[in-house]
């Protein structure tokens, strides 16, 4: 069974920086395009960031230039830097998979909080 485990999340104050991490298992990770993505009180789940296999980023609009993806094939990781956080990015954050074959995976999700 496929495992993808997020952690990181927490609360942080506004301008503040968190990194989340999924944690993959039981998978062949490097073929996987990984994405985060995130979903508010109320609202739909939304695409954050993602990376292919290839290392290639994709990023929302609205947080262009504040995070950034990575992976690391040999730990089965990815991660999300999240730099100047708003309170506009409190979310809950899930961990997605897709394989070139069109299976999709979620983790269970991590909670970000910004607030003073």
């Known amino acids: 069974q496929v495992q993808l485990v997020e952690s990181g999340g927490g609360l942080v104050q506004p301008g503040g920086s968190l990194r989340l991490s999924c944690a993959a298992s039981?998978?062949?990770?490097?073929?996987?395009?990984i994405s985060w993505f995130r979903q508010a009180p109320g609202k739909q789940r939304d695409l954050v960031a993602s990376i292919t296999s290839g290392g290639i980023t994709n990023y929302a609009d609205s947080v262009k230039g504040r995070f950034t993806i990575s992976r690391d094939n040999a730990r089965n990781t990815v991660y999300l830097q999240m730099n100047s956080l708003k309170p506009e990015d409190t979310a809950v954050y899930y961990c997605?998979?897709?394989?070139?074959?069109?299976?999709?995976?979620w983790g269970q999700g991590t909670q970000v909080t910004v607030s003073s």
């Open positions: 997605n998979a897709l394989n070139p074959g069109g299976v999709v995976y």
């Open positions: 039981r998978m062949t990770f490097s073929i996987y395009r």
